[in-house]
């Protein structure tokens, strides 16, 4: 049997997955642009990284805003997918929450300029925080649940605390080049650790 039309034309279900792939890859290139020059950087720039003309940057995203929304929403994607996998091929479940927080502060160090490009337009971006928890947190929590049921870490640590204690010892990195958030984020991490019987 045919994979064809009759017009000799692939069906639509694999355009389809072509255009996903291609938009996947063109917010790749957006994300990988905006940590080095800025969200305000050239969008022919990012088309040249992506490897596709501006009339394809323009067709997916029409307006800057919407290049931004969709960079982040794929950033927490790319978060929020990481946690089962992790969880399912890691060690321990306490290196699995270990490999997310290093993504999860990733993210939260290379969206530098996000923050105010989404602040610049309010209706537009409202909802981007509740979707970033409603994403994150549920990772979050699964993974601190299956680090204490394993007795890695102590009972009770809420997602949302530890990942605003994250985000909290993230803000300044910029600011101050002696400063290393991941340090502080490591011993974060030991104090949630049980003690090990000697």
Request: charged share 20%; with cysteine.
């Amino acid at each position: 049997m045919s994979t064809e039309s009759p017009a000799g034309k692939a069906p639509a279900r694999n355009k389809r997955s072509d255009a996903v792939r291609n938009q996947q890859t063109l917010l790749a290139a957006a994300a990988e642009v905006f940590v080095t020059s800025g969200v305000d950087a050239p969008i022919r720039q990012i088309a040249a990284k992506a490897g596709v003309g501006l009339g394809t940057i323009y067709r997916h995203f029409p307006t800057r805003a919407d290049l931004v929304t969709a960079v982040y929403r794929h950033q927490i994607e790319a978060c929020a997918e990481a946690g089962p996998s992790l969880l399912a091929g890691a060690d321990s479940p306490f290196h699995a929450l270990r490999q997310w927080i290093d993504l999860f502060v990733d993210f939260l160090t290379t969206k530098h300029g996000l923050a105010d490009a989404l602040q610049s337009d309010s209706s537009r971006f409202a909802a981007l925080h509740t979707y970033f928890l409603d994403r994150l947190e549920p990772v979050c929590a699964q993974l601190l649940d299956a680090a204490a049921d394993a007795g890695d870490i102590k009972p009770g640590t809420q997602p949302y605390e530890l990942m605003r204690g994250i985000g909290n010892l993230c803000i300044g990195r910029d600011s101050d080049p002696r400063y290393t958030p991941r340090r502080l984020i490591e011993l974060l991490l030991q104090g949630l650790q049980q003690p090990q019987p000697a």
